[in-house]
């Protein structure tokens, strides 16, 4: 591998893990896309550092189970302003 996509890897774990950021949100700080984000830290993360690959792969589960209420967050709020 690649020893740019490594670093890359590593640093969206530790940017993920410190913001509790969704993929969304890390995509768009790193300029890469959500199928990056998620390939690096479910594919290639593990390979590199498993102890934080555990990690990270905390936060984005707690981020899956939460996103159908976050969803419903932003149809709310767009209600609300066009009222």
Not at 23 to 34: D, N
Request: glycine share 4%; hydrophobic share 35%; net charge positive.
């Amino acid at each position: 591998m690649k020893e740019y996509i490594e670093k890359r890897a590593l640093d969206i774990a530790e940017y993920i893990i410190a913001h509790n950021a969704t993929v969304r949100q890390t995509a768009k700080q790193f300029g890469v896309s959500k199928s990056t984000v998620h390939k690096d830290l479910t594919e290639r993360l593990p390979q590199i550092n498993p102890v934080l690959a555990g990690d990270a792969r905390k936060v984005l589960e707690v981020n899956k189970a939460e996103r159908h209420i976050r969803g419903g967050m932003a149809t709310k709020e767009k209600y609300m302003h066009k009222q």
